[in-house]
């Protein structure tokens, strides 16, 4: 498959302030990563809150500039494209349905805006397009002219992925698309999506805390700590058996359905990573179960596994014995 979306060695930091009479300290909010998103592919971004994946978005997105590295989409730089130009190619979904349609619009008019803002078609052409993004997501025609407030979760939800859609955008970033709407919701959404990606040929960057979305969704995953990728292998792969010890703690932190199973112990101990301090070496290690000596001075190379490749020393490359 052709490669839609690259990212190369990027980075971005940002300045933050330390107190009054401090010097300002410098955060690397991304700290050089490397992926790419081929045509049709579904790829989960996880990780805990803080570790890069929303900064890496908006990055992708083109709405913030990297502090080093390029970002190609279709095999040319990002950044020369024109906002316009990049807004028809790619397009996010927000995580809260309920703070990114504006209140006072209808619902016609919310999915109509980017047709305007682009100057596409006149006003009965926008109203035939309307109508037919909200039949494609399983909206009524009645809800042309209701307002936001009219609207269940789901049902706005819809919203967002019809004016996200309208313009026929090769690819979507979706940011927790689910995780304000109820559980009953969620599935309905996520089948959406799945449906959407089949009939129109999109490619979708999914940011997830939530591992079963990701595991349903996904046909490749990112797993991000500390701004950098930690692992990353197709779906099937890292959910059979994760190669990277913090992988393997965020799927132990996930409940099951059995009450008998009782709560997940994840072995992660108390302590936060400080992105304004990374620990040298293995930025894991002060977390890590499975550290060795080596792991506090040795930055990890990646190692090649089974769909894929992890960033850690104790990783054995495939087809080792």
Do not use: W
């Amino acid at each position: 498959m052709t490669m839609l979306l690259e990212a190369r060695d990027v980075h971005r930091s940002f300045s933050v302030s330390s107190g009054m009479l401090k010097p300002k300290r410098t955060l690397h909010a991304v700290n050089g990563i490397t992926l790419g998103v081929r045509k049709g592919e579904i790829l989960g971004l996880v990780g805990e809150s803080g570790c890069g994946k929303s900064t890496l978005a908006k990055m992708l997105l083109g709405s913030l500039a990297p502090t080093r590295g390029q970002i190609l989409f279709d095999g040319q730089p990002l950044a020369a494209a024109d906002r316009l130009a990049r807004a028809r190619r790619i397009q996010p979904i927000f995580q809260d349905p309920y703070s990114s349609l504006n209140p006072r619009k209808t619902i016609a008019s919310i999915i109509a805006l980017p047709l305007v803002v682009h100057g596409i078609g006149d006003a009965a052409e926008r109203r035939r397009r309307v109508m037919e993004q909200m039949d494609l997501v399983g909206l009524a025609k009645r809800h042309a002219e209701a307002y936001p407030s009219q609207l269940s979760g789901g049902q706005r939800q819809r919203v967002a992925i019809a004016r996200a859609l309208i313009l026929r955008p090769e690819l979507i970033i979706a940011d927790e698309p689910t995780s304000a709407l109820d559980v009953s919701v969620q599935s309905q959404i996520l089948n959406l999506l799945l449906d959407l990606r089949d009939e129109l040929g999109l490619t979708y960057i999914l940011i997830s805390h939530n591992l079963a979305v990701v595991e349903h969704l996904a046909t490749r995953v990112a797993v991000i700590y500390l701004g950098r990728i930690v692992e990353e292998r197709d779906t099937d792969n890292l959910f059979g058996e994760p190669g990277h010890p913090y992988s393997r703690a965020l799927l132990s932190s996930v409940l099951t359905p059995d009450p008998t199973a009782g709560m997940p112990d994840v072995p992660l101990g108390v302590a936060f990573p400080n992105p304004l301090e990374p620990p040298p070496g293995c930025s894991f290690h002060p977390r890590c179960p499975q550290a060795i000596a080596e792991c506090s001075s040795t930055v990890p190379r990646p190692v090649t596994i089974a769909g894929g490749f992890a960033e850690c020393l104790r990783c054995r490359p495939a087809g080792a014995p």
